[in-house]
Structures are given as C-alpha cells and as structure tokens.
C-alpha cells in the first residue's frame, strides 16, 4: 500500500494488504470503549466529559476486546524484528491491554502515564476526581532495536520545533521515565476530533522508537497526530481512518507543516 497516506479504510482491512515484517514502529490511539457510560446520555455533549461515544460501536465489552487482539495480532505480522510499539488505552482496559499484546506475540514494556496539565473539572454530581491521567502501553517485538536516549527534562519540557529540539541543552542525565507532563490539545493545533492527542505526547515517543526513514503504523489515525509528529521529524508513515472528515482534518494539518 502507498506510504505517506492515510488511507480511509477499516484498520483490519488495511493491515490485512500490508506485507509481513514491514514497520518499523507502531504509534496509536485506538477507541477505549467507554462503557461506563454508555447508559448516561446527558453527559453525551457534556463540556467536561471527555468520552469517545462516536467511536465505540461495540455492543458489548468481549466483542471489544475481541477486536483489539485481531487489530494487535495483524500489528505483530507487521512489524519487523526489533520494533517497538505504544497503544494508548482507557484505565479500564490497561490490564488486559497489557496481557494482550503479549498473547499475540509481543513483549510488554512499560505503561506510560500523561499528566495532563489543564485536565477538564470533573462534574461535581458524580463526586469523581477530575481525569487528569492518561496511559498508554508500550511493547516491543522481541528486543527493541531502537533507544534513542532522553533526559527527564526533555520529557516534561517538549518543544515540538524540530529546529529548537536540535538545540536544546543536556539539562538532565537521568534514565528515560515513564511519564511526560504537558496540557490537552489546545490553540490552533486543535481540530474538531474529540479525543485529539497533542503532539507534545507523540513526538518524544516516536522519536525515541525510531530513526529518519524508518515507517511509522497507526491503525486509528484520527485528526492524524502520529502523521503529522512522523512527517515532522523525518520518518514515513502509514496508517488508517474510517471518518473521511477526520481524514480531511489530517490532510490540512499535513499540508501546513513546512
């Protein structure tokens, strides 16, 4: 299949076309399958309530689940030797996320934690804490050829400028964590997606896992993040979305970087 394209198909359909051992790196933002709070309709259009109701047309947990481990079993045939993967998921769900990816064959890693700055307040009628944390797991086929080493403070501290990146000082020597800090999407990199992931928290990650040229995989590309961070910092990309406004999002995005 092309490269440098997001292709408006099913992800199971696009990944079924793609040759065996052929990505370097898989990037991705699947449905979370929000079944708290399938049954509560006036939070639907709730300000305050980040859910993804539009793209969960799951009927029920297990068919779910079912689908992500045939969407991670494609990504195993895939992805080379040595290639590394990071799958953001809903807190519901990270255990068996975790179990997953090595049922199909990868190793499990680490789960990452994003502490979102400026999190929406929760609805004080539910009495819940405001969800300011986000995870997402990542795995790796075999030994991970790729580690491009980051410092603490290059993590909590991203500028996504390519050109100030290459010039930034050595601040902090400690290992890689496995948390990064930085706000929600906001500003003009916002599009109407509801659950667009800032590129503050796909650049550092995908810069790590990687190196130029190599071939990036999201299967959900959404507003097209993983694009768009893949194209900034010199690598290929490859990847699928259902919506064709999201698609259009995606494409704008990509024509405007320099």
Known sequence: ?????????????????LPDACVDLIFTDPPYYQYRAQNVQGLKNHKDVITEFDFDGFKSEEEYLLFMEEVLAECFRVCKPGASGYLWC????????????????????????????????AIYT???????????????????????????????NFIHSPE???NRAETDLHEIPNF??????????????????????????????????????????????????????????IGYELSEEYCQFAEK?????V
């Open 1 to 17: 299949m092309e490269t440098n394209k997001i292709h408006n198909i099913s992800c199971l359909e696009g990944l079924k076309l």
């Open 90 to 121: 809903g807190d519901d769900f990270v255990s068996y996320l975790n179990r997953m990816v090595e049922r199909v064959g990868f190793q499990f890693r680490k789960v990452i934690h994003w502490h979102k700055t400026n999190p929406f307040p």
């Open 126 to 156: 539910r009495k819940m804490y405001a969800n300011s944390m986000e995870m997402m797991v990542h795995f790796s086929k075999g030994k991970p050829k790729t580690w491009n080493h980051k410092t603490v403070n290059e993590m909590h």
């Open 164 to 166: 100030e990146y290459s």
């Open 180 to 237: 990064i800090q930085t706000p929600i999407c906001m500003g003009k990199e916002r599009t109407k997606h509801k659950t667009q992931k800032p590129l503050k928290v796909c650049l550092p990650f995908i810069e790590i896992s990687s190196n130029e040229g190599d071939l990036i995989l999201d299967p959900f590309m959404g507003s097209g993040s993983t694009a768009v961070a893949s194209k900034m910092l010199g690598r290929n990309f």
């Open 253 to 257: 995005r990509l024509q405007e970087i």
